[in-house]
């Protein structure tokens, strides 16, 4: 699943209004957009959204602006990353709401891998809150600390290699590890960030963190089931 600008870009509004609301104060769009570096009319689009799905509330005039609507431990990444882009599915036929109009549907092998890849994507992104993100506690944060301090046992090359397939790889090489292993993985596909970490929560292996590299990026994986 690869996470949109509009997602990206709302979720760091939502971050920018919780960390500037001081006094309980509406946040101008303009100082959001500033502090952010977003284009000020696609932001707009952005908050026009979010207050349309219930996360904030705005306030018009010279002093109007912009306040979270829900407390942020009430609102996840999945709530807003629906609201902006829709189901985090990573492909039309994933899950049991699918209204995909594949003619291999029924036999096709790997509706059940895009369907499992689908669940994980929400159990992590719906059990990260706005506040776990403010409060540091997301999962790539602490594991990215993790992932300094620790040495592969093996190497894994997906750069170049388009989502889901670094999914397919990663999973062939972990049944290779032994409980405990590190694996270290490289992509450079965007869709990465959401997918590797997702795969990780799914399958009961930990997620030790990402270092982004310019366009490339290194994910730890220990093996743990």
Excluded at 124 to 141: H, M
Excluded at 206 to 212: H, K, T, V
Aim: proline content about 5%; some cysteine.
């Amino acid at each position: 699943m690869l996470i949109s600008s509009k997602s990206e870009y709302g979720l760091r509004a939502l971050m920018d209004i919780a960390l500037n609301n001081d006094d309980d104060k509406p946040v101008s769009r303009s100082g959001i957009a500033e502090r952010q570096q977003i284009p000020l009319p696609y932001l707009t689009q952005v908050l026009r959204q979010l207050v349309n799905g219930g996360l904030l509330n705005s306030n018009r005039g010279p002093s109007g602006g912009y306040m979270l609507k829900i407390d942020p431990r009430e609102i996840s990444l999945l709530d807003v990353i629906t609201i902006l882009q829709g189901p985090v599915s990573p492909t039309t036929c994933a899950g049991v709401d699918s209204d995909s109009d594949c003619q291999r549907f029924d036999t096709c092998g790997l509706v059940g891998v895009w369907s499992q890849l689908k669940s994980a994507n929400e159990d992590v992104l719906g059990s990260t809150s706005l506040k776990d993100i403010l409060s540091g506690r997301g999962s790539v944060n602490n594991g990215h600390q993790a992932g300094n301090e620790l040495n592969p046992d093996v190497k894994l090359d997906c750069i170049g290699i388009h989502c889901p397939m670094p999914i397919v790889k990663i999973t062939e090489k972990m049944r290779k590890l032994d409980s405990g292993q590190i694996l270290e993985v490289w992509a450079d596909d965007e869709g990465a960030k959401a997918d590797i970490p997702a795969w990780c929560m799914g399958t009961g292996n930990e997620f030790m963190g990402r270092e982004e590299f310019g366009d490339q990026m290194k994910f730890l994986i220990r093996k743990l089931v």
